[in-house]
């Protein structure tokens, strides 16, 4: 009876991935071979799942620090700014799902949604991408920045959204119902306006695939990071290295300025390369303040090791 239990799951998960990769997806072999950097576990669909614990942490790091680090890698098209957002201190972070939207035409429209319907698709292209959302996701949706007749969502697709995700979404293109969003505890939609008017001239043309927000590019599985400076994705495979470092920069700055401000070391001690004593005294302070470490100190002393201070 178990095994029937287990087997009858497995044929149901199995038609419903079969639908989901015909709504506009690339397949699961295309994706992992575009993220192939990533070594971790993934998704069915094969897009990269980044620990929870990092989805957790990416919270706390700065834009600055991450694109830092990302820069420092050569990749320096991952941020994009000039967003209008419901809150400017709730943040949005998790892992990207995509969307590509463009301009409709009736005869893509009409294939694209009949192809649709026959997977089990219905209503307007713009919620299927809702369906696949799962917890920690945050819906990216390049919508070609469309303002009059580009409304992603409304309130009614919000509440869906976050019921999902319990996270937010990054739109290049608008939203609408403000009031109504607003009201969503916790939710925050990072978008280029709002406006009144419903989606119109609008259809979904990829679904899970790479995209372009902004000056950004955006794979499937990037670790999402939407404050009010802007939006930076950060690729799955360099998430851990940006976090890590982010969080030991911010640790190192505290510490720093704690020093100088009882006038221990010089500005120019602590603004160059650090000497033997400084990081003695450092490592004896993250001693006394354990509370400060966002990781496991075995991580960061291993970390520390592999530095140039």
Known sequence: M?????????????????????????????????????????????????????????????????????????????????????????????????????????????NIKERGNKNGRSGNTNSWPIEMLSKGDVYVADGFGKIASGTLIGDNLGNSIFSKTGNGVVFDASARDLDGLSQIQGFNAFVRDWDPSYLKDVVLTGLNTPIRIGRAVVLPGDLVLAKREGVIFIPSHMAEKVILTAEFLTIRDKFAIQMLKEGKYAPGQIDSQWSDTLKEDFLKWLDKNPKELPMKRSDLDEYMKKRTW
């Open 2 to 110: 178990k095994f029937k239990f287990i087997a009858a799951a497995a044929l149901l998960f199995s038609l419903s991935f079969s639908r989901q990769s015909q709504a506009q997806t690339i397949s699961k072999e295309e994706l992992t071979f575009l993220t192939s950097e990533w070594k971790g576990e993934r998704f069915p669909d094969g897009r990269p799942k980044v620990s929870d614990d990092l989805v957790r942490r990416v919270k706390n790091i700065s834009i600055e620090e991450a694109w830092v680090v990302l820069q420092n890698e050569g990749y320096n098209c991952q941020f994009d700014g000039n967003w209008k957002m419901i809150h400017t201190d709730v943040t949005v972070s998790g892992r990207a799902l995509t969307a590509q939207f463009m301009p409709s035409r009736p005869d893509l429209e009409k």
